[in-house]
């Protein structure tokens, strides 16, 4: 269920890493907030096509066929993040894709949790204005913990592979359109429920970049994108402890 808040905290040293998740829940029809423009530049190779998707028709494969560009895109985009209950403060998102590696950190006005790939494993760091940590928190072959998962990664890895593979049990409609704008591109959106995918609304650049993501905990609205990014952003700020096993 997208965007849900698990509040999960990790103590280390004497600090605490606060895991913020966002993804919970089933999907509300999408809103029509600003559209987008020019997509960044060429996507890494897409997913595999399974014989489903080749089979698939109408609304479903016209998603499948998006979220296959889109899982192996390269981009650099910020979101604004609103949720539903006006008691949640609203936050930044900031998504880093170069293919299948990912960096994430969502920004609030205290601190930014951050979450990302690395050669070495998953990272998750929280950066304060007094306090900069990062944990190494398991390797890539693995399943992220649950104290760290962020959630808001499976919408540019799981669902987007999922969706590209135009499960059958998946039930897509489609749910118009959103013009371009300055520095965004135009997006085609999709109701989606079933399955083993976040349900929700869909709305997805010609690149297969979220362009609006709507559920009824939250919305999440791209608001700038650009390229792919650098390498550098794949370093984190700051070592990387290994979690201390019990």
Known sequence: ????????????????????????????SPAQPPATSAVPSSPSPAAPTSPSATAASGPLADLARLARLGAGASWTGTFAFTPSNPSTPPSTVRIYKQGGQYRIDIVSASATTLFMTTPKGYVSCQLGSTSRICLLVGPLDHPIPNVFDPGLQRIITTDLTG?????????????????????????????????????????LSDAGVPRLLTYPTGTLALTSLSGPPGAQVFTPPVSPTPVPTA
């Not at 959103?178 to 079933?194: I, R």
């Open 1 to 28: 269920m997208p965007f849900r808040s698990r509040g999960a905290r990790y103590a280390h040293g004497g600090l605490l890493l606060a895991a913020t998740a966002l993804l919970a829940g089933c999907a509300s």
């Open 163 to 203: 969706l590209a593979a135009a499960p059958p049990e998946v039930t897509v409609h489609a749910s118009g359109s959103m013009a371009q704008e300055p520095g965004l591109p135009t997006a085609a959106c999709f109701q989606v429920s079933g399955g083993t995918v976040d349900p929700g609304g869909y709305c």
